[in-house]
Nanobody
């Protein structure tokens, strides 16, 4: 089993920045994909960004150039730097990790973009 703990959400004004972090613990594999999905009210959960253990990244088109995902393999953490936040970015953000064919999810963290 893998446990994921998210931190860093909150309230930010339009145009502002937030940094989300996710720490994995438990039965950690060296080979993984890890990142963030988000779900806004009334919408489906969507992939925001992911990074693999080899450093390959993938971003949703809507966040390219504004968000940056990074990892620290020694600490088993992934971070998402979110810049130029817009109202459309407001959602619950879920950390996920895929390893060994299994998906693991965090509990979710709220990001609110409002003036």
């Amino acid at each position: 089993q893998v446990q994921l703990v998210e931190s860093g959400g909150g309230l930010v004004q339009p145009g502002g920045s937030l940094r989300l972090s996710c720490a994995a613990s438990g039965s950690i594999s060296r080979f993984y994909a890890m990142g963030w999905y988000r779900q806004a009210p009334g919408k489906q959960r969507e992939l925001v960004a992911l990074i693999t253990s080899r450093g390959v990244t993938n971003y949703a088109d809507s966040v390219k150039g504004r968000f940056a995902i990074s990892r620290d393999n020694a600490k088993n953490t992934v971070s998402l730097q979110m810049n130029s936040l817009q109202s459309e970015d407001m959602a619950v953000y879920y950390c996920f990790r895929n390893q060994g064919g299994n998906d693991y999810w965090g509990q979710g963290i709220q990001v609110t973009v409002s003036s």
